[in-house]
T-cell receptor
């Protein structure tokens, strides 16, 4: 099941710079997209979401961009901080029905001081 | 901030035994979910529950699995006869009613089948 893909298993970024995490999807029925952050031994923590009627959503240091024609979304974190080091999951759902989430494989982000 | 709580944090069980994983969703949430993550793999949807019944289930959620909301606060996942391949992290999630609401996850139960 490759409906949601995060092609970069890991990313290393200097503190203070921009982190960009990418995600691709294949299912045209998806209309709601989310990013979660996960620390070891904890559950996924919701970060930010975007519906398919928008192409950008911003919350503090986090911005999510959605390109529907390319079926691509990205998460920008600026400026990156050491506490941002975690695994980031992209997830998607169809708003109708049970709204189950389909997750990507995750990208491990490391912020270097 | 309200949170989803799961117990136990780690469960070790002999193959063939029954196991019950427990979750207390956020109190005003109406949709409940179970997901699992086998080591090194993606987080996978198991089942969703709304209005005291299953609204959707995945192929993984076979007859060995069941869910229940026995009272107003708990949401449980039962595996009737565990197999080695059931070893995974099991996450409970809940969300408010309405389109486009994020799911909030508990910290998971690590299930180890021996």
């Amino acid at each position: 099941d490759q409906q949601v893909k995060q092609n970069s298993p890991s990313l290393s970024v200097q503190e203070g710079r921009i982190s960009i995490l990418n995600c691709d999807y294949t299912n045209s029925m998806f209309d709601y997209f989310l990013w979660y952050k996960k620390y070891p031994a904890e559950g996924p923590t919701f970060l930010i979401s975007i519906s398919s009627i928008k192409d950008k959503n911003e919350d503090g240091r986090f911005t999510v961009f959605l390109n529907k024609s390319a079926k691509h979304l990205s998460l920008h974190i600026v400026p990156s901080q050491p506490g941002d080091s975690a695994v980031y999951f992209c997830a998607a759902s169809a708003v109708s029905g049970a709204q189950k989430l389909v997750f990507g494989q995750g990208t491990r982000l490391t912020i270097n001081p | 901030e309200p949170e989803v709580t799961q117990t136990p944090s780690h469960q070790v069980t002999q193959m063939g035994q029954e196991v019950i994983l427990r979750c207390v969703p956020i109190s005003n949430h109406l949709y409940f979910y179970w997901y699992r993550q086998i080591l090194g793999q993606k987080v996978e949807f198991l089942v969703s529950f709304y209005n005291n019944e299953i609204s959707e289930k995945s192929e993984i959620f076979d007859d060995q699995f069941s869910v229940e909301r026995p009272d107003g606060s708990n949401f449980t996942l039962k595996i009737r006869s565990t197999k080695l391949e059931d070893s995974a992290m099991y996450f409970c999630a809940s969300t408010e009613e309405g389109a486009g609401q994020p799911q909030h996850f508990g910290d998971g139960t690590r299930l180890s089948i021996l």
